[in-house]
């Protein structure tokens, strides 16, 4: 949506780092984790804003595709990436609509909710793949400046994964503070290993 696009940029522009330079603490916290379990190091970070997480995993060997609509959010994270020699993809995408067509072994979800889009998250990861997400839940402040639409309600993202063909690695909602936050870490089921049906036996 264009106007997402004007909103963002604004924001962007009116700082040199609106979101921090260093990636989310629980991206911070998980890497080692996440190493030790994705099936490979296609990643995918949607809505990567000024790409502080897609750099964090960049520097960690993963390949990372970044998605997001706002081109200064995306100009911001090229030229960092440039200045770190680092390869990250960014591309500018709606994603409202949008439909993932590659296939990835992890995907970040941070400070972004649009709940139709998940179903498409984990169908695009590949099996055994880890889909990290984390965003704001509603309190009476935020709802005062947020759209309801975009804030989480209590339990409600453990709710949509559990639902989702895999396991839920971790899950915590923090709600004692002004930005009560959701986090979840979900595994997509592994292929099942292929079992020939046994020989007869032999007399
Ligand atoms: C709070 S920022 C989060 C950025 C990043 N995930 C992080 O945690 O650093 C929300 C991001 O969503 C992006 N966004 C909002 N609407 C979008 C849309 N329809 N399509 C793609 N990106 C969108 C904004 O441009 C912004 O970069």
Redesign the pocket.
């Known amino acids: 949506?264009d106007a997402?696009r004007i909103k963002?940029n604004k924001r962007f522009e009116s700082q040199d780092s609106f979101?921090g330079e260093h990636p989310?603490p629980f991206l911070a916290r998980e890497i080692e984790r996440i190493k030790s379990l994705v099936p490979g190091l296609n990643a995918l970070d949607i809505?990567?804003?000024?790409g502080?997480?897609s750099l964090f995993l960049a520097r960690h060997g993963f390949k990372v595709t970044a998605?997001?609509?706002?081109d200064i959010?995306l100009a911001k994270g090229r030229n960092r990436a440039q200045t770190e020699g680092v390869n990250v993809e960014f591309l500018r995408?709606?994603?409202?609509g949008h439909i993932i067509k590659e296939r990835y072994d992890l995907i970040l979800n941070?400070?972004?909710l649009q709940r139709d889009l998940i179903p498409s998250e984990v169908a695009s990861l590949n099996p055994g793949g880890l889909l990290l997400f984390d965003t704001i839940m509603a309190s009476e402040l935020l709802l005062q400046t947020h759209d309801p639409a975009y804030l989480l309600q209590p339990g409600e993202l453990h709710r949509i994964f559990a639902a989702l063909g895999g396991n839920i690695l971790y899950s915590e909602e923090s709600c004692s503070c002004d930005m009560p936050t959701a986090r979840l870490l979900f595994r997509k089921k592994r292929a099942t290993p292929f079992r020939p049906y046994p020989p007869a036996a032999t007399p």
């Not at 809505?47 to 000024?50: D, K, L, Y």
């Not at 998605?67 to 706002?70: E, G, R, V």
Request: hydrophobic letters at 45%; one cysteine or more.
């Open positions: 949506m997402d963002w979101l989310s809505a990567c804003g000024e502080r997480n998605l997001d609509i706002s959010g995408v709606d994603l409202d941070f400070n972004f």
